[in-house]
T-cell receptor
Framework: DVKVTQSSRYLVKRTGEKVFLECVQD?????MFWYRQDPGLGLRLIYF???????EKGDIPEGYSVSREKKERFSLILESASTNQTSMYLC???????????FGPGTRLTVT | GENVEQHPSTLSVQEGDSAVIKCTYS??????FPWYKQELGKRPQLIID?????GEKKDQRIAVTLNKTAKHFSLHITETQPEDSAVYFC???????????FGTGTRLTIIP
């Protein structure tokens, strides 16, 4: 059974703080994704990674960066959190050549 | 890039009736079209998908139809039950690229 975990379910940070969101998958998947989910806007891709140390910008990368030093772990970094980054963040993964994405439980981030 | 539009944003259906959710996409290179279901407080999960070489696919009470010429695809749920209440997301992606573009979601409520 595929398991994708995220470091926190809820997170509250102050404006200007550096924020790290961690995602870990235990199925040796090559691809990992970070989305943000906002009401009425659906799931929007921030960044994805198709291999260790490889990354590609998604549709809304501004204000975010990512790190993938190990295959199982994909981190999303908010260099200087702002209130408009308050959102639900979802991580997902899948193996290369497959299309079904397996999602983590999400992190609800509030920036005050 | 790909743009996926999804309608309606909310849908209320009497238990036992059918529900239809529609999506359109813009990129003719897209040929993989999954549907994800997200129950309240839970992660999105794949419920059905279709590839461009098929016009219709059915799995028990759910079915997906695809019209490549018109660039639209639809999710059909028959004999709806209370457990069908959820947010449904369509998505589109090009074959050979695991990156997906999601629609904005439809909140389906089944009225007992």
């Amino acid at each position: 059974d595929v398991k994708v975990t995220q470091s926190s379910r809820y997170l509250v940070k102050r404006t200007g703080e550096k924020v790290f969101l961690e995602c870990v998958q235990d199925m040796d998947h090559e691809n990992m994704f970070w989305y943000r989910q906002d009401p009425g806007l659906g799931l929007r891709l921030i960044y994805f990674s198709y291999d260790v140390k490889m990354k590609e910008k998604g549709d809304i990368p501004e204000g975010y960066s990512v790190s993938r030093e190990k295959k199982e772990r994909f981190s999303l970094i908010l260099e200087s959190a702002s209130t408009n980054q308050t959102s639900m963040y979802l991580c997902a993964s899948n193996p290369q050549g497959s299309y079904e994405q397996y999602f983590g439980p999400g992190t609800r981030l509030t920036v005050t | 890039g790909e743009n996926v539009e999804q309608h309606p944003s909310t849908l209320s259906v009497q238990e036992g009736d059918s529900a239809v959710i529609k999506c359109t996409y813009s990129d003719s290179a897209s040929n993989y079209f999954p549907w994800y279901k997200q129950e309240l407080g839970k992660r999105p999960q794949l419920i059905i998908d279709i590839r461009s070489n098929v016009g219709e696919k059915k799995d028990q009470r759910i079915a997906v139809t695809l019209n490549k010429t018109a660039k639209h695809f639809s999710l059909h749920i028959t004999e709806t039950q209370p457990e069908d209440s959820a947010v449904y997301f369509c998505a589109a992606g090009p074959f050979g690229n695991e990156k997906l573009t999601f629609g904005t979601g439809t909140r389906l409520t089944i009225i007992p």
